[in-house]
């Protein structure tokens, strides 16, 4: 007996900016074009990020400034390949909730967009402060329910 073919329809990728992020939707856009499936670029903001817009100390457009400029980057990349992207914008840490964490927040966009398959940059941990994503990779490897790849 056989398994059924893998069916995709939406591919959700996490980025945080950093190289391994655009190697990341690199994957998935090349998952999504093999399963005409589209492509949602969620991109997570980091703890001393958060931290830094709730006290003031950074400039919120600013922020939501450079991760268009990141996310264009994403739509010029899909687009040559005819893969449609949508995207959001979520904090990956929360001074209110104890349990929101980088993983948490790309299971719940996982579990809010249906997404059929995950693709996560598995960072090394260079301390930079936007690189966010090398703490949720083992986090999603665990306890995703849809199939992951992480890279």
Request: proline letters at 5%; glycine letters at 6%.
């Amino acid at each position: 007996m056989t398994a059924p073919p893998l069916e995709v329809d939406t591919v959700l990728v996490p980025v945080d900016g950093s190289d391994e992020s655009v190697e990341a939707v690199e994957y998935a856009v090349a998952v999504a074009e093999q399963y005409g499936a589209s492509v949602h670029a969620m991109y997570v903001l980091g703890e001393e990020l958060v931290r830094g817009i709730e006290r003031g100390a950074v400039a919120k457009e600013d922020v939501l400034s450079d991760t268009e400029t990141f996310i264009e980057e994403v739509r010029e990349l899909a687009s040559d390949y005819g893969v449609t992207v949508s995207t959001s914008n979520a904090f990956g840490f929360s001074t209110t909730r104890k349990t929101q964490h980088p993983g948490s927040a790309v299971l719940d966009t996982a579990e809010d967009i249906d997404a059929d398959f995950l693709v996560i940059p598995r960072e090394p941990l260079s301390g930079e402060p936007g690189e966010v994503l090398e703490k949720a990779a083992e986090y999603v490897l665990l306890y995703a329910s849809q199939p992951v790849l992480s890279v």
